[in-house]
């Protein structure tokens, strides 16, 4: 036996048909999975970018336009905070 005759259909054999529907629950939990990773992600870039902010110095705060306070009460939002 060949690889080929493994891939290819024998002669006269029709292709099996697959419900429309028969993905959708692999699309679903797909999708969940893409929604859990980006939140995920996004919950880490915000972390990070809080920890930065926590660790500048007053000049560097002053240098983008914030106080120690506005820094202070960034730092402190929750990750469910926009």
């Known amino acids: 036996m060949d690889t080929i005759d493994t891939i290819c259909l024998p ?3 029709e292709p099996v048909k697959m419900p ?3 993905f959708k629950p692999a699309q679903t939990l797909s999708r969940l999975a893409h929604r859990l990773f ?3 992600a996004l919950w880490l870039q915000k972390r990070e970018s809080r ?3 926590r660790d500048l110095t ?3 705060l002053r240098d ?3 106080t120690r ?3 202070r009460t960034e730092v402190s939002k929750s990750f ?3």
């Open 69 to 71: 306070s506005e820094a």
């Open 38 to 40: 980006g939140s995920f």
């Open 51 to 53: 920890w930065t902010l």
């Open 20 to 22: 429309l529907d028969a």
């Open 11 to 13: 002669k006269g054999a």
């Open 58 to 60: 007053d000049d560097q």
């Open 64 to 66: 983008i336009g914030l």
């Open 80 to 82: 469910f905070w926009e």
